[in-house]
């Protein structure tokens, strides 16, 4: 909890330091790179860091923090932190990184606000940061525990599978024979791979198969290699460790891989379900779809996902044999181009509220029905899954019955 002097401080000066938040985080990972240029080469995503998604998602999880903590002081913003913690302990961030971070974060402060950072103003924003960082430890910590401490262990690819043009599933069993480590339908992994000058970057894959499937497996998007002016002055391409493991894995080649991390988890109960995905963002979503076959949930299970065309739909079959093994469960198509018949054309659209029959179940448009008391779990580009959000929000789903998980920066946040 945020102390009352400070608390004033920072209500008084948000509004300040919030008009100036982007140019601070810019600054910051600047001065970051220039005197740790390793963490950059080898824990920070350059694709991220060259478009600039990283300082917006770090500006809007400080100013979200920071208002949570005026606005709410006897609450604190778990579901932030749990994704923020989860991340991290996937790159292996350990507590001594926090006192680095913070000392190039204030320096940053001090440079673009200037005079304006009087002594009291310091200290309630390192109140605010000492806050969020040792909440961070403290979850990170715990993660740590639960898997017996960060390390890479080397999984051998053991099947290549083409999805679509741009989609590979890579399937992977640890190298060294040691058991496998438990994980929960919805996580993800961090690869790290050299690339071709040397750096050692890290990525997080879903793991899109259901965990009582066998072998692991990531599905991998290779993304346009959009290249743009790096922090560290070089052209830092997008998707460079995506297109690395398109060019370059085959089977018996060998990966580092951590263990499994990730908050967007399914609670095991029969409560009703809607699973909605675009894109890429279906691998989460077809691992806890192949998780409820496997386990027999006994609820409604509505699967929804959109794509370009069905030639880019990735895991298609797979969605169509989980929903086929379970009682009670329908996979509803949207394709922008090219819709088969049974699928419709265009973006997704579940907005017609009403209620329909003594059950109260919500009726949305194309015959989706959304049964009282369900839980959804999106995960898709974020206009779509700003978009569903809205759309069963006007069906009547309670906010905290929705649950997303976002690949790369959480710009949520930043865009609230």
Same mark, same amino acid.
């Given at each position: 909890?945020l102390?009352e002097?400070s ?9 300040? %330091? ?5 140019e601070?985080?810019?600054r ?16 920070f995503?350059?694709g991220?860091?060259?478009?600039r998604t990283?300082q917006?998602?770090?500006a809007?999880?400080?100013a979200a923090f920071?208002?949570?903590? !005026?606005?709410? +002081?006897d609450?604190r913003p ?10 991290h302990?996937?790159?292996g ?16 402060i ?6 304006? %950072?009087t002594?009291e ?7 605010v #940061?000492?806050?969020m ?8 910590k715990r993660?740590y ?7 890479w ?20 069993r +640890?190298a060294?024979?040691r058991?496998?480590?438990?994980f929960?339908?919805?996580? #993800? %992994?961090?690869?790290?791979?050299e690339?071709a000058?040397?750096?050692?970057q890290?990525?997080q ?5 259901? +965990?009582?499937?066998g ?7 290779r993304?346009? &290699?959009?290249?743009?002016?790096g922090?560290?002055?070089?052209e830092?391409?997008?998707g460079? !460790?995506?297109?690395h ?9 060998v990966?580092? %891989? ?12 029969? &409560? +009703? ?11 989460p979503?077809a ?11 006994k609820?409604? !299970?509505?699967?929804?996902h ?7 739909h ?6 169509e044999?989980?929903v &086929?093994?379970?009682?009670d ?11 088969p ?5 265009g ?7 009403g ?5 109260g ?29 809205s ?5 009547g ?15 949520w946040?930043?865009?609230?």
């Open positions: 909890m102390s002097q608390a004033a401080t920072v209500r008084a000066t948000l509004p300040a %330091v919030g008009a100036a938040i982007d601070i985080t810019t910051f990972y600047d001065g970051l790179f220039t005197a740790h240029p390793e963490l950059l080469r080898d824990l995503n350059r991220n860091q060259a478009a990283q917006r998602a770090l809007g999880s400080i920071a208002t949570h903590l !005026v606005d709410r +002081p609450e778990d579901a932030m932190l749990s994704r923020i913690a989860h991340k302990a996937s790159l961030v350990l507590p001594d990184q926090y006192q680095v971070v913070h000392k190039h974060l204030f320096e940053a001090v440079e673009v606000l200037g005079e304006a %950072v002594p103003v310091a200290a309630a924003w390192d109140e #940061y000492w806050l960082a040792n909440a961070l430890i403290a979850v990170e993660l525990e639960e898997q017996g401490a960060h390390e262990r080397a999984w051998e690819v053991v099947e290549r599978i083409e999805e679509t043009a741009d989609v590979a599933t890579f399937r992977i +640890p060294d024979g058991p496998v480590p438990a929960r339908a919805g996580q #993800y %992994v961090s690869v790290q791979v690339l000058d040397g750096a050692h890290i990525r894959y879903s793991l899109s198969a259901a +965990p009582g499937a072998a692991r497996q990531i599905t991998v998007k993304v346009a &290699a959009v290249a743009a002016e922090a560290d002055g070089a830092a391409p997008a460079e !460790v995506s297109n493991l398109h060019a370059t894995v085959r089977e018996g080649d990966l580092r %891989v951590s263990a499994p991390f990730g908050d967007l988890v399914l609670e095991d109960a029969d &409560a +009703p379900l809607l699973l909605a995905s675009a894109g890429i963002g279906v691998t979503i691992a806890m779809l192949g998780h409820l076959a496997e386990t027999g949930h609820g409604a !299970v509505t699967v929804v959109a794509d370009r065309s069905p030639a880019t990735a895991l298609r079959a797979a969605q044999a989980a &086929a093994a379970l009682p469960a329908s996979l509803h198509l949207w394709y922008e181009a090219d819709a018949e049974g699928a419709r054309a973006l997704v659209d579940l907005a017609e509220s209620k329909s029959g003594e059950s179940e919500l009726k949305g448009s194309g015959g989706i029905t959304v049964a009282p008391g369900t839980r959804a779990y999106l995960c898709g580009p974020l206009p779509f899954m700003r978009a569903v959000r759309q069963l929000l006007g069906l789903v309670p906010a905290a019955d929705i649950h997303y998980e976002v690949f790369g920066p959480d710009l946040l930043a865009q609230d």
